[in-house]
């Protein structure tokens, strides 16, 4: 690709960690971005019910219809559709006879509902299109390995694995005043959804054993969910902004649950807790132990006992604590898990990939 590049991108635009981050990572390394949201086309009661089923009605059409027309206009190198649920096949189609090149990235499971099928009713229809497309697009990539294989036997030509990232000035370490420190301190935070899984009887098992707990993650976590911890936990909010960041620096030890439905192995959060310079106690994996070096960089669990027995270790020992946490700080910038080191491996994947094409 040409050293001046321009990418326009697809997508929803709601949420600052996804497209609107990986915008300013492309653009700190010299690429010209612009972008098209598709939110502004799913109002009203009909449009979020088309949102979530993606059946083909006037929205789609038009959003499909401006796509190709800010191609046209624009004249991007490459289109990067994220998380891209509603774009026919046929627009694909278009933007190639354009001489333009078009990448798909999914942060999310796709092949879940096919998978194991515990997944919110909609998830059914949602990825419809998306599988349909993935063929056409020129590159594809993904949040997990295992999507790399499943899109293969969906016909993709191009997969590739772009692990998540944290944002260097959203995630970092801070100082908190003494009104925050009221706010935020605990020994032990998690900072995240509910899910059907054991973290509900984790974080029972922790506060048993004495080891002060809060969680942010607004309705989630309501009284149904919690029974008889709610009362010990409430209030239950959101932290976002500046807040997440403040939510994580007032714990000595932060609390990483991996998502069953999307069959991670890692999450956002594995890069986002050591960014801000705190020692991560996540579920075990084989991905996560190749990141991090166990009990060195980042501390791991498979079981509510060792979890208990993990935490109540590094609550009771700060020097051992801190130790950990700086060496995963640095673990995380050496190995470039940082969204701008993220947009220029992206970058390079692409040029990797046309020069396969070319040759």
């Not at 038009?62 to 800010?70: F, G, P, S, T």
């Not at 078009?102 to 096919?114: E, H, I, L, Q, V």
């Not at 499943?150 to 997969?159: P, S």
């Not at 132990?289 to 166990?294: H, R």
Request: charge should be positive; proline fraction near 4%.
């Amino acid at each position: 690709m040409a050293n001046s590049v321009k990418i326009l991108i697809v997508g929803e635009w709601a949420w600052p960690q996804y497209e609107e981050a990986f915008s300013r990572g492309l653009q700190e390394n010299g690429v010209e971005v612009t972008s098209l949201s598709i939110s502004k086309y799913f109002k009203g009661l009909f449009g979020r019910l088309q949102s979530a089923i993606p059946f083909l009605g006037l929205a789609v059409f038009r959003l499909n219809k401006d796509v190709i027309q800010e191609v046209k206009i624009q004249k991007p190198h490459l289109v990067l559709f994220w998380r891209p649920t509603h774009v026919l096949p046929k627009t694909i189609k278009k933007i190639a006879s354009m001489g333009v090149n078009t990448a798909s990235y999914n942060n999310d499971d796709p092949f879940g509902p096919k998978a194991h099928g515990n997944v919110p009713w909609h998830h059914h229809f949602l990825w419809h299109w998306y599988i349909k497309c993935l063929p056409l697009f020129n590159y594809n990539f993904f949040y997990r390995k295992v999507n790399c294989t499943e899109a293969r036997m969906f016909g993709a030509k191009h997969t590739e694995v772009m692990l998540p990232y944290f944002m260097p000035w959203k995630d970092h370490p801070v100082k908190l005043t003494k009104v925050e420190k009221q706010r935020y301190e605990t020994d032990l935070v998690f900072v995240g959804h509910h899910e059907k899984d054991e973290r509900v009887n984790h974080i029972g098992a922790l506060i048993k054993a004495g080891i002060r707990v809060k969680i942010w993650g607004g309705p989630y976590w309501n009284h149904k969910v919690l029974g008889e911890l709610y009362d010990q936990l409430a209030p239950i909010e959101l932290a976002d902004g500046d807040a997440y960041a403040k939510s994580l620096c007032g714990a000595s030890v932060c609390l990483c649950f991996l998502s069953k439905l999307n069959r991670d192995t890692y999450t956002r959060r594995c890069f986002e807790i050591p960014a801000c310079g705190k020692v991560m106690l996540a579920e075990r994996t084989d991905e996560l132990l190749a990141m991090f070096k166990e009990d060195n960089e980042a501390c791991f669990f498979s079981s509510t006992d060792e979890l208990v027995a993990k935490a109540q270790w590094l609550v009771d020992n700060p020097k051992i604590q801190e130790e950990i946490a700086q060496a995963g700080l640095k673990r995380v910038w050496a190995d470039g898990h940082d969204v701008v080191n993220r947009a220029k491996y992206f970058i390079s994947m692409i040029n990797l990939k046309s020069n396969e094409l070319e040759n």
